[in-house]
């Protein structure tokens, strides 16, 4: 008989079989219910283990879900300008975006600074969240000029932006300036991607540039701190 605490018990078991393969990246756990069932505990014992492993980034829990094996941070490389399909596109998960806004708006000074636009001309102003698999990882807002864009729609912004403005409206996109900034999240944020209100979250303000020079976004995006990583390789000059 182990003298281990059962709630550890059930943990090493969950554990063993994510590690041997039968629980892979991204799938669900059993739920408590069934857990409770399996195991032959109370709902507290089962929690207890499940804590445990979210304790050791083994598991994560999504509220009103249920909990899941954690998967592999996302790598965003700095210096390289791809989308977010195009950062997943080695990995075997399912990625959709959930637009929350789509509106045609008057740019305010601020703004149309930062898309070389005249005061009070007409851009585009579309918040959404993007997720992989089950589970919220960003939260963007971007603005674009809507003389350059006449025809985006919803469904655009519900696949990819890059993919619309370099194969459907022909633009080569030559470069993006990016800024990042440690922030509390805003409570927007905090229940578009469930994060935890006393935890520091990143923000990256950037804009767009089309190889003419013009600017063709300007967006803020919020991140998961446990889901992303922020790598640049820095060369010395010789």
Not at 72 to 94: G, H, M, W
Not at 103 to 125: D, G, N, S, T, Y
Request: hydrophobic fraction near 40%; charged fraction near 30%; include cysteine.
């Amino acid at each position: 008989m182990s003298s281990k605490p059962m709630y550890r018990q059930i943990a090493d078991t969950l554990r063993e079989r994510i590690q041997c393969g039968e629980l892979k990246p991204g799938d669900a756990l059993p739920t408590e219910s069934e857990l409770q069932a399996q195991f032959n505990v109370s709902r507290v014992t089962v929690r207890q283990a499940l804590k445990q492993l979210t304790a050791e980034s083994i598991i994560e829990s999504i509220q009103g879900s249920g909990s899941y094996v954690k998967e592999e941070r996302v790598n965003y490389d700095i210096y390289r300008l791809t989308s977010f399909y195009e950062k997943l596109a080695d990995r075997n998960v399912a990625t959709h975006s959930d637009v929350k806004v789509f509106e045609v708006i008057k740019a305010e000074p601020w703004l149309a600074e930062k898309l070389q636009l005249a005061a009070e001309e007409k851009v585009w102003h579309i918040k959404r969240v993007r997720f992989i698999n089950h589970k919220p990882v960003n939260l963007e807002e971007t603005w674009m000029p809507l003389a350059m864009f006449a025809d985006l729609t919803w469904e655009v912004m519900e696949n990819s932006k890059y993919h619309y403005i370099e194969q459907i409206k022909k633009m080569v996109i030559d470069r993006s300036e990016q800024e990042l900034v440690p922030a509390m999240p805003s409570e927007e944020a905090i229940a578009a991607l469930s994060i935890d209100a006393q935890k520091p979250i990143l923000e990256k303000i950037s804009r767009g540039f089309l190889k003419d020079g013009r600017v063709f976004e300007y967006s803020r995006n919020v991140f998961r701190s446990d889901d992303y990583k922020f790598t640049l390789v820095a060369q010395r000059g010789r």
